[in-house]
């Protein structure tokens, strides 16, 4: 019996191991996005936590050292959440990249496999093509014997 070959079962491979970089990639990127929103998400409590400070130190006496320590933090603290949303943003970006270049190189991988498939087909078409020939040869000489 006959073995089937897939002639771009390299090709094949090396598009498995495309789609699973490319899958560790999408999970990467997923990590960093989640880590600069949790970052953003800490920073924003900091920032409300400053404020009741704030408010806080506002109501009965008043410490301006406090007030102005308490309003330079929350100063600091809105230029680190813009600085986080502008990392954000590009974590998002770069997120979409990776789920780009994954669903390219499972498209690659899925139209290969689909290659492969119909090889597989054409194979088993032409074993059995092979062996109606073999068949009808074998009955042709068996008729051919008993005639005699």
């Given at each position: ?75 600091n603290i ?30 690659e991988k ?39």
């Amino acid at each position: 019996m006959a073995k089937f070959v897939y002639e771009m079962q390299n090709i094949l491979d090396l598009k498995e191991q495309m789609q699973v970089q490319a899958e560790q990639a999408f999970g990467a990127a997923v990590k960093v996005v989640s880590e600069k929103e949790e970052d953003l998400l800490n920073l924003r409590k900091k920032k409300l936590d400053y404020e009741a400070k704030y408010r806080k130190a506002s109501n009965g006496t008043v410490n301006i050292r406090d007030l102005n320590d308490y309003n330079n933090a929350i100063t600091n603290i809105n230029s680190l959440i813009k600085a986080k949303l502008v990392e954000l943003d590009v974590a998002n970006k770069n997120l979409e990249l990776a789920r780009e270049k994954l669903d390219n190189a499972m498209k690659e991988k899925k139209t290969y496999e689909n290659l492969k498939e119909s090889a597989f087909e054409e194979f088993k078409a032409l074993l059995a093509k092979e062996e109606s020939k073999e068949i009808d040869e074998l009955v042709s000489y068996t008729y051919s014997t008993k005639s005699k």
